[in-house]
């Protein structure tokens, strides 16, 4: 994001004034600790395709219940994408979004330290996903920038994982890679000329009030035909989640609740942000905390196409003993 270009020159001098001493700590095994978190290589290539990329356009053939407003919305969503995924969701977008030629926003709605290594993604992984939990937003991104310099020092990178090595717990496994560009997000997705934007969402939980704040703030600064992009690391949950807020923001006061977060499941990668018992049962609270934050933003939403135009954090405080 621009505000925090600034910051960019001090990272680097501070990656390379300390780089001997992080090249030197970087094990060759991981365990998904905070202390020693894992390298995951996300992508399989820097050519993968985008498994779960999807424009909500879709919904209006693929959902047998109330489509009311989906036309409306120039929204797409996706896990995070390769170096060439990027460029289908550059391509997909040119073709389809309107011919007014108002902007295209990326919004990038991962709290944890992540970015590209030639060209595949790559997320620096601690249990739950939870590594920056607890961190402020500039903290969160002046670790990811640090972490990044520090990869760009290095000839080659031990004990990067794959997605499936990581979820065994095969952390012996990891391979060592050679370091031929190392990338934040940001140079790829201004790269398609877009705009970068990021919320800070920690992983499997609802948005905190802040991040509402700056979501609701974006949008209404953006032309009426804005088109926007979201994704999270896998393209589900928080990617689920954005979509159906967009969703009940436009189309509240006409589609129930119910049918929201149906509509947005009758389309790939179909899911439901209604079932709460998942592979970890470890996560259901924070899936319960999830829906009741949505039922209470579906409210602002049908509150906003009212006439309401205060900010969510204030609604909160106005409505918190009803």
């Known amino acids: 994001m621009n505000n925090f270009k600034g910051s960019k020159v001090v990272l680097m001098m501070f990656a390379l004034m300390h780089g001997s001493v992080f090249s030197a700590s970087l094990p060759a095994v991981c365990d998904s600790t905070i202390e020693n978190p894992c390298i995951v ?18 919904i209006a053939d693929a959902y047998a219940g109330n ?19 990027w460029r289908s969701i550059a391509e997909y ?16 709605l991962r709290q944890e330290s992540h970015g590209y290594l030639n060209g595949k993604a790559i997320t620096l992984v601690s ?14 991104l002046q670790d990811q920038e640090n972490w990044l310099a520090t990869l760009r020092l290095r000839k080659s990178i031990p ?26 997000e940001e140079y790829y997705v201004t790269k398609w000329g877009f705009e970068y934007h990021r919320l800070f969402i920690t992983d499997h939980r609802a948005p905190r009030d802040s ?26 949950g928080r990617t689920s989640t954005i979509l159906a807020m967009f969703d009940m923001l436009h189309n509240a006061d006409k589609v129930s609740f119910d049918e929201i977060i ?25 899936y319960l ?34």
């Open 127 to 140: 249990d739950h996903n939870w590594l920056n939990l607890g961190k402020t937003n500039d903290q969160s």
């Open 93 to 108: 977008i040119f073709s389809h979004r309107p011919k007014s030629g108002s902007p295209v926003v990326v919004l990038d």
């Open 289 to 322: 905390e999830r829906i009741a934050f949505l039922k209470r933003f579906y409210e602002f939403s049908r509150q906003s196409l009212l006439g309401y135009s205060g900010t969510w954090t204030e609604w909160t405080a106005l409505t918190s003993s009803y």
């Open 211 to 236: 991040e509402v704040d700056a979501f609701l703030s974006l949008i209404r600064s953006k032309p009426k035909k804005t088109w926007f992009h979201v994704h999270c690391r896998g393209g589900k």
């Open 262 to 286: 149906e509509r947005q499941a009758s389309i790939s990668p179909y899911y439901n942000l209604l079932t709460m018992e998942r592979s970890d049962p470890e996560l259901t609270p924070y």
């Open 41 to 58: 290589q996300d992508s399989k290539s820097q050519h993968s395709p985008v498994e779960w990329m999807r424009d909500v356009a879709a």
């Open 159 to 184: 004990g990067i994982l794959t997605v499936p090595q990581y979820r065994q717990k095969e952390y012996v496994n990891g391979k060592s890679i050679a370091v031929g560009t190392v990338r934040n």
């Open 67 to 85: 489509v009311s407003g989906i036309h409306d919305l120039y929204l797409s969503g996706s896990e995070e994408p390769s170096e060439k995924g």
